[in-house]
């Protein structure tokens, strides 16, 4: 074998078939675990609140003078990095075209995406920061937000059921797919996707850390981790809470149990050993804030067809649909914070519970990891009984 055949194997091995997703898993909880002793945990709605502010800003909406330009936010970067190294991810294995779904499905994302940001700011943080990374900063909040979605899952399941029935037209329609996908033909994708990803990776940390934002090099390099891992492994949240209900496939919810327990012990030592403050990532939505916001985002993210971090990885890989969920997440969440905050709402949603200090370090990993092996386990059971599938 030559050395070149040797290349296009590997090449073949990495591009050309899924990951893993149990594979995924550890390495999401793993980066994660870094990407918090580096800066901050995963998360997408402060980054999306971030465009949508910038958006609003643009309109005359509102007034920010001290408002960072989107490329040069922390969680927006790091956004951004999900969203090109998804799209790089999809050109190198020929999976890149834009689809464009029916106008209903079109409107069913920007209303689900809608919804999302409105829950992901009563959450302080959406599927992502505030369910899984707060769950792992060991922040009561999160396992509320946990029970939030899974009713938000079931509810948004059973309307599609309902549309299915009563108004099928609603998602009627063509839909129109734009570019070759696997049947690039040109071989086209694959160098444009290996030239995206070299200034991904080289070019452009070396702008940012020249230009004295080190730090936004970093988490530019991470979030372009998560969206080549979440674009190869096809890994999302929303499958987690929403298959168990539909088809009762439960690798993606077992993988997600899987990621946060890993995620958990991270964090744990990170703050046991004063590396990262205690309250870091402890948010003050228990009980109504994160239980009404996880219940809006569990909703919105069945509607939309991903989450928060799933709907812009996703975008990256052309859907239309998704890019409709993404603009009004951000949309959502820059209106629904501005209006909490007139309100004097936004301090009124609940309290910073950390369990460490309710039932010790070790009762706190014990809880958590006892909640995320019962997670596994009901889902696994009603994989085999379907006893809670709705289909």
């Not at 030559?2 to 591009?15: D, G, H, I, M, P």
């Not at 901050?40 to 709605?45: D, E, I, V």
């Not at 190869?232 to 929403?242: E, H, N, P, Q």
């Not at 993606?252 to 590396?275: C, E, Q, W």
């Amino acid at each position: 074998m030559t050395f070149l055949e040797l290349l296009r194997e590997q090449y073949a091995l990495v591009f050309s078939r899924p990951w893993p997703v149990f594979g995924a898993a550890l390495l999401i909880g793993t980066l994660n675990v870094f990407l918090f002793a580096y800066d901050r945990p995963w998360t997408a709605s402060d980054g999306a609140r971030n465009w949508g502010d910038w958006l609003l800003l643009g309109l005359g909406v509102l007034d920010r003078p001290d408002l960072i330009q989107p490329w040069f936010y922390s969680a927006s970067v790091l956004n951004l990095g999900v969203l090109a190294g998804a799209l790089a991810a999809a050109l190198l294995s020929r999976e890149f075209a834009v689809r464009v779904a029916p106008g209903g499905e079109l409107l069913k994302g920007g209303v689900g995406g809608l919804l999302m940001g409105m829950g992901a700011v009563l959450a302080f943080g959406c599927n992502v920061g505030g369910f899984f990374s707060a769950t792992s900063a060991l922040s009561l909040s999160g396992l509320a937000m946990m029970l939030g979605l899974g009713v938000g899952a079931w509810l948004g399941l059973r309307y599609i059921l309902w549309e299915v029935e009563h108004w099928p037209a609603l998602t009627q329609g063509k839909s129109y797919t734009m570019g070759r996908a696997r049947q690039d033909a040109t071989g086209l994708q694959p160098w444009l996707g290996g030239a995206l990803l070299v200034a991904l990776v080289v070019a452009l940390p070396y702008l940012y850390a020249r230009s004295g934002y080190g730090s936004q090099a970093g988490l530019l390099l991470f979030g372009v981790a998560f969206g080549v891992i979440f674009q190869r492994s096809r890994f999302c949240l929303v499958r987690a809470f929403r298959e168990p209900f539909m088809t009762g496939e439960a690798d993606h919810t077992r993988a997600a149990a899987l990621a946060l327990a890993v995620s958990t012990i991270g964090f744990t030592i990170l703050k046991v050993t004063d590396l990262k403050d205690k309250s870091e990532w402890v948010f003050p939505g228990f009980w109504a804030g994160a239980l009404a916001g996880g219940l809006h985002f569990g909703l919105g993210m069945v509607l939309a067809g991903g989450c928060g971090a799933g709907s812009i990885w996703r975008a990256g890989e052309g859907h239309v649909k998704l890019w409709c969920a993404v603009a009004m997440f951000a949309v959502g969440a820059s209106l629904a914070r501005l209006v909490l905050v007139q309100a004097g709402l936004l301090q009124k949603l609940g309290t910073a519970v950390f369990l460490p200090a309710l039932v010790g370090w070790g009762g706190a990993v014990a809880a958590v990891l006892a909640v995320m092996a019962a997670w596994y386990l009901a889902a696994t059971w009603n994989e085999r009984s379907q006893k809670l599938t709705l289909l």
